[in-house]
């Protein structure tokens, strides 16, 4: 089975940054594209932030130009760099495997971590 931690979060004023971590208990990189996810209060679960294996990436409109994520295939991680946060980008993030293919229409039914709080204020 495969495990998913994400660690980084925390609360921030709007503007500065945030680095998020997801470690991964088995490489599935090579296979696998990885993606951010978020659900806010009240919202749906969405994917913020995708990379392939091959190191492609796509993001949400939300956050194009703000977001970078990453990953380290020898460390099982992946990565995502927040900047110039925004209240709205007040969420649980997650990582998961995203399924590149048809990344904005379908979200994984399981292998869901605990996430980590980022919390973003005025």
């Known amino acids: 089975q495969v495990q998913l931690v994400e660690s980084g979060g925390g609360m921030v004023q709007a503007g500065e940054s945030l680095r998020l971590s997801c470690l991964v208990s088995r490489n599935i990189f090579v296979i696998n594209a990885m993606g951010w996810y978020r659900q806010a209060p009240g919202k749906q679960r969405e994917l913020v932030a995708a990379i392939a294996p091959s190191g492609t990436t796509d993001y949400a409109d939300s956050v194009k130009g703000r977001f970078t994520i990453s990953k380290d295939n020898a460390k099982n991680s992946v990565y995502l760099q927040m900047t110039s946060l925004k209240p709205e980008d007040t969420a649980v993030y997650y990582c998961?495997?995203?399924?590149?293919?048809?990344?904005?229409?379908?979200?994984?039914?399981?292998?869901w971590g605990q996430g980590t709080q980022v919390t973003v204020s005025s």
């Open positions: 998961n495997v995203a399924l590149w293919a048809s990344r904005w229409r379908l979200t994984p039914s399981s292998g």
